[in-house]
């Protein structure tokens, strides 16, 4: 019998350490080959570790939320055969620690967050029905095997992940398994009688949250914004909107309000092309874009991200539709990659039907601008005769007040509010 050790790979270009956000195992338990070992996160991507051999866990390196650098040993492995250990790799922990305290936010930040499908996919195969929920698919004390994302969603859903069946390799729980299980019937276990709760419960901030708690505060410390709100009426849009949904193809996605307004924003960007930049304020440069490079704030079960749809200037309506919905789709999987989610020059967020009458939007550092489409709903609107009811939806922009005047800052919103409020404007060329 022989050691074997696990590295952490280079896990992108230019990475020299990463961020230890899970551990899918424990010293004792046995392991197989392609099975998840552990989650990491670098500036760039969430990546999970699976071992390349079958044996025993000894010793981990580095405990969650820890910063491990690149070649470092994070897992060691009782195998059978001689092993791939040398020397230096099985000498004790404190003689070469694997990991070093995580440091405090750089002032810099680093680029967004990005989500990366794992290295070692596991194989498709078909998923298992939903177990009985008074019969667990375990043993007592077994540990069900699950990335971050599945066992967020199974924690919102009430689901314990122990009485899920895995497809995966060595058991592991997909979204599928996850999928069939609530598919089966499968319900949260019914609610206790009320009682005072007198539980706190310690949640460590780390990975992908700390990744935007991280960006969020150099955005607000460094960033002297301002926000501007201007009412849309939304009604001509919306009618038109409905109308061309009716008469789509099969193949196209259906057209929300946002690609209506990348649209939009494409062409007041013709008119104020300083909004589409970057501002390396360290540098003192601003980098003043051609390219329209949106980014859309999403919502997933790890927490915010900011997929991008590229090129918006020479993409048509429904191919900004099927990119924003392909592009969501795969931020929701976790299988968005690094490149779509980063590269954006100006970001849209929404809250949907949740948003409310105004909100102030944090700049996407180091974008120089952000537009906020706010809750619509429908009404009194004085047309010069009457109180009328309209479909109405506020816009809250904020702007980098270094680079952007206000003056700009209201022309540019105010272009946006005339092409939603005359879609015909959307399709006239330039």
Not at 403 to 419: C, E, P
Request: with cysteine; glycine share 8%.
């Amino acid at each position: 019998m022989g050691v074997h050790v696990i590295k952490l790979p280079d896990v992108g270009e230019g990475v020299a350490e990463a961020e230890l956000v899970e551990w899918m195992v424990k010293p004792g338990d046995n392991v197989m080959e392609d099975q998840v070992l552990a989650a990491v996160m670098t500036d760039k991507a969430t990546v999970e570790i699976p071992s390349p051999v079958i044996g025993k866990v000894t010793w981990l390196g580095a405990k969650a939320g820890e910063i491990v650098a690149v070649g470092s040993p994070i897992v060691k492995l009782d195998v059978d055969g001689a092993g791939n250990a040398k020397d230096e790799d099985v000498a004790p922990a404190k003689e070469k620690p694997a990991a070093k305290a995580a440091p405090a936010p750089k002032a810099e930040p680093k680029p967004a967050p990005k989500v990366e499908a794992p290295k070692a996919a596991p194989k498709a195969v078909a998923a298992a029905p939903a177990a009985s929920a008074s019969k667990p698919p375990r043993k007592e004390g077994e540990k069900p095997l699950a990335s971050p994302a599945v066992r967020k969603r199974a924690a919102d859903a009430g689901v314990d992940l122990r009485r899920v069946p895995g497809t995966g390799p060595a058991g592991r729980i997909t979204h599928e398994d996850l999928d069939a299980y609530f598919d089966h019937g499968a319900a949260a276990p019914a609610g206790r009688a009320r009682a005072a709760d007198t539980s706190v419960k310690e949640i460590p901030v780390i990975g992908l949250r700390r990744k935007i708690a991280e960006k969020m505060a150099v955005s607000r410390s460094r960033i002297p914004d301002i926000v501007y709100v201007d009412e849309v009426d939304m009604t001509a849009l919306e009618d038109l909107r409905a109308k061309l949904n009716t008469e789509k193809k099969p193949d196209q996605a259906k057209l929300t309000v946002l690609p209506f307004l990348m649209r939009v924003m494409a062409k007041a960007i013709q008119d104020q092309p300083q909004v589409n930049s970057l501002f390396d304020d360290e540098a003192g440069v601003v980098k003043q874009y051609g390219g329209i490079h949106i980014g859309v704030a999403a919502q997933t079960d790890g927490g915010l991200v900011v997929p991008v749809v590229r090129h918006v200037e020479a993409r048509g309506l429904w191919e900004c539709a099927a990119e924003v919905a392909r592009l969501a789709d795969a931020a929701k999987k976790g299988s968005a990659t690094r490149e779509e989610l980063s590269g954006s020059t100006i970001t849209i967020t929404s809250l949907g039907a949740l948003g409310g009458i105004v909100t102030t939007p944090v700049i996407n550092h180091p974008e120089v601008a952000i537009v906020g489409v706010n809750k619509m709903q429908v009404r009194p609107h004085w047309d010069g005769t009457a109180f009328v009811p309209r479909r109405m939806m506020n816009l809250s922009c904020a702007f980098d007040h270094r680079i952007i005047d206000g003056w700009n800052a209201a022309v540019f919103v105010q272009r946006v509010k005339t092409l939603l409020e005359n879609p015909a404007m959307i399709f006239i060329e330039d």
